[in-house]
Each structure stands twice: as C-alpha cells, then as structure tokens.
C-alpha cells in the first residue's frame, strides 16, 4: 500500500500553483461570510475518511471504497470548477448538458482514483503540519503523509471560499506542482482532436478501469 499510496500522491503532478489560482480566481468568486468549516477542518475532515477507508480497503474492495470516499470527496473538492479549469476555453464553448456531462464523469474519475491507489494500511497517517495565506485569496493547507519507513511526502490542499463554502481547488507537493495544471495539458489535446464527446469518452473509460480491478 505504501507505494501505492506515493504512486498515488506523485500523480498530482503538472507545473506550478500561480497558474492554477489565476485560473480559479474567474471561476470561483469569493463570498465574504465565512463557511461553517474551516480550511484546516475541511481537510482533517476529508483525511479522516481517507484513513479510515484504507484501514478497510480489503474488506471494502475497489467499489466499496468508492462509495465510502464518494461523500467525502464531493464535500472536500470542487470537482465542477476542477473540471472548468482542466478544460480550459472548451469549457465556455460547451452546452450546459456537456458542462454537466463533464462534471459527471470528471467526478467519477477522482473518487474511482483515490478508491483504486489507496487500497491498504500499513500504519500511514495524515498530519496537519500548517496554513497559510495563498495567492489570490486561497488558503493553502499544508499537510504530510507520514509513512512508517520515514519517506513522508508533503502535500499542500489549495482552498478557497465558493459560493461559502471552503472547497479544494487543487493539491500540491512539497515541490509546488499542480495536478490540475498537468491534467488541463492532457485534457487540451484530447478536447482539441476529439472534442468534449471523446474527453468524456477517455474519463469514462479510465474509471471502468480503474474500478474493475
């Protein structure tokens, strides 16, 4: 599970986390009364579930930790304003059906990843180490993944206040990477060549996988 769980983590990968906020900030307007959750609580709340999944990943299998994750997941992320920056200008070019259809199958795809890489326990735990202001008025959570051989790995949740709500907008590393930076250069190409019908086709397809293990 071990190096699952990296595998996992090294995942969320792309170039750097400046961009990704300018992106949010046209999406995402900030609301001025603050969320019932906190950023920090947000998180805890979310790493909890996580934990707790893995400690019964084997009795659960793939499907059952999707649909322990799925709540979990829905609260923690904004996976509609996500998939809004991962797909870039095609998005404002898209149908409402199409957005929704996005959304869709963009959702299934990061609970059914997360259900498929952490999928075992090996005494893993999950520390809150830190927060700090972000660019553009983004929360920045910095959090460890403390694995029992000492190969921790850092990862930073970017919040942000929507609609009053405290949601993830995007995780980093340690390094400041991007998973959304790296997932909006793969999704440009196949949106340039196959349109909104064949990302939604190639997001489908990897969550079939990904769930019949």
């Known amino acids: 599970m071990q190096n699952n769980s990296l595998a996992c983590i090294t995942k969320f990968a792309s170039v750097g ?5 300018v992106l949010a900030l046209a999406l995402c307007p900030v609301r001025a009364r603050a969320a019932a959750d906190t950023p920090e609580s947000l998180v805890i709340g979310f790493h909890d579930v996580l934990l707790s999944t893995m400690k019964e990943a084997t009795a659960l299998g793939v499907k059952g930790r999707y ?6 997941i829905t609260h923690a992320f904004h996976l509609r304003a996500m ?3 991962a797909s870039g200008g095609h998005w404002r070019n898209a149908t409402e059906a199409e957005k929704n259809q996005l959304t869709e199958v963009f959702s299934r795809l990061t609970i059914a990843t997360y259900a498929a890489q952490f999928d075992g326990y090996s005494g893993q735990n ?3 180490t830190g927060s700090k202001p972000g660019p553009q ?3 920045l959570v910095e959090t460890k993944l403390v694995n029992p051989d000492g190969s921790d790995v850092a990862l930073v949740y970017v919040t ?6 405290w949601r993830t907008i995007d995780v980093l590393l340690d390094t400041g990477i991007s998973e959304l930076a790296r997932k909006r250069s793969e999704y440009r190409q196949i949106l340039k060549s196959e349109g909104v019908a064949g990302l939604v086709k190639t997001l489908s397809g990897k969550t079939e996988l990904l769930l019949a293990n």
Not at 17 to 21: E, M, N, P, Q, Y
Not at 160 to 165: D, E, S, T, V
């Open 17 to 21: 986390l400046l961009l990704l906020v």
């Open 67 to 72: 649909q322990r994750l799925e709540p979990a």
């Open 126 to 128: 999950f520390v809150l």
């Open 83 to 85: 998939i809004q920056i």
């Open 160 to 165: 942000r206040l929507i609609k009053g709500q």
């Open 137 to 139: 008025e983004t929360t």
